[in-house]
């Protein structure tokens, strides 16, 4: 952990006031921490630590930018984030995780590296599903994925288009919806006749 030397605090020296820390975690951050998720961005972090007694009440102040590929055509975009954490660190005999807010340490060595969790916390802010605006992704690889992905038969190109971000932004529902299949009819009857 000599590359995050930086991100270490020594709690037990802070007097029981409010100290504040700032971190700026740029691409090397990320490279170095070695997350899946998340390997490039630029991310300013405020860091407030209150101590009273032998605990630790941390709030994280997380703004900035990352990178991440497009789930759709792989191509870098960005992503921002904007997030505030909350991490309570007690002093105790082993190092033990109590909840995803509150942390154990041993009290002999005093001192927690925020490498890890402030790495956690950028990552959480990340959508789940992160793809361009419609019309932004890869021409190239789109034209691909429309090539090879399976529709059903009564699925057209433009359906797909819409999905892609075509020149389309948006279907207006005008009730002329397609055609049910009618095995979904077959069931509907079913549920109407439960009802009655």
Known sequence: MGKFKLYNVDLK???????????????????????????????????TVK????????????????????????????IPIDTHN?????????????SDEVVVIPEEEGAINLAWFLYEFIA????MKH?????KCNKAMSSKLKKHTARSSDETEDDFEDDMGGDDL??????????????WDALKGLL?????
Do not use: W
Request: negative net charge; contains cysteine; glycine residues 6%.
């Open 13 to 47: 020296n802070l007097s029981p006031e409010v100290h504040e820390f700032e971190y700026l975690l740029e691409n090397k951050f990320f490279v170095d921490i070695d997350g899946t998720e998340v390997q490039k961005g630029k991310v300013k972090v405020h860091l």
């Open 124 to 127: 959480l802010a990340v959508p």
């Open 86 to 98: 909350r991490l309570v660190v007690k002093f105790g005999k082993e190092y033990a995780e109590e």
């Open 51 to 78: 101590r009273s007694s032998m605990m630790f009440e941390m709030n994280f102040q997380i703004e900035g930018v990352v990178v991440v590929p497009c789930d759709r055509c792989l191509d870098d975009m960005e």
């Open 192 to 196: 109407e006749n439960d009802n009655n």
């Open 170 to 183: 948006a279907l207006e529902d005008d009730g002329n919806a397609s055609p049910a299949d009618p095995r």
């Open 131 to 135: 793809v361009h605006a419609p019309g």
